[in-house]
């Protein structure tokens, strides 16, 4: 059997021989950051797991954080399901940190190859696939006791569509693109989009919350994020341009009113974090299809491909 494999190896094509070689060799720091993606996403599903299921409609209430990190991270109650929702979510949030670095490293230190396109493709089901998916339906626990069948259904079809446009994108995908566009929601963009609300959630059932109504508002939030999760699934699958982010913003040369205004963006979104996060990605959530139609009915200006 052995000789047989080494046979049929031997006989192959030297440039297959050749490209089965290039494997043997692995670019360390972006795998690393690779492998720190998928590790994020792992323990963001771990630390929702923690949630049990919800035996009411009741919403648990959390005690408030301190605002430095490092006293935040040691007051963590690991018996706290808000805890731990938002917790899960901003693991989600570090893990798009090394998903945006791991590719700018890659080509900077021209690494690019198609085993770290692979790994970072699966890595990439499991943080923005996977893990939303999951902390959808424990950061919902109103919406998960009522329809209980129906929440896991939409985050079931939440990773089916995450896994579909990630197999597209690496399909389509060239290694000569320019990389400031996205055919359909881009699945960081998308995760993004559901852990915000994890952390809008902490901030809403806070003891010492001073927003009014904030019960009310946690409630409605319940019934309208598992809809909005499952729109959001449709966008990634679809053909709706979105701009790439990071691309766009950092690279190249900016006026100094640009700079300007990006450090102010940052300081008020981490002032007031609890609430700009989720206002944030869902206006990008929202971005692409408004601007497809405003091309579409208002502009004129019909588009070659399929929506989706």
Known sequence: MRDGVALAAASAPRKDRLSMAKIRTVAVLPTLFTLANLVCGFFAIVVAARVDAPTSIEVPSASPLARSPMKAVRALDPADPTHNVMLSGWLIFLAMLFDALDGHIARLSNWTSN???????????????????????KMCPRFAYLHHDWAWIIAASYVVCAALRLARFTIETDEDDDHLHFSGLPSPAAAASIAGFAILFYTLRRDDTSLMYADKIDAVLQTVLPFFAALVALLMVSRIPYPHVVNQVFSGQRSLGHIVGLVFALVAIMVIRGYAVPLVCVGFVALGPIHYLWQEYVQRQPHKDPLF
């Open 115 to 137: 085993f770290g396109g692979q790994l970072d493709s699966l890595s990439d089901l499991v943080t923005f696939g996977v893990a939303p998916a999951f902390l959808l339906v």
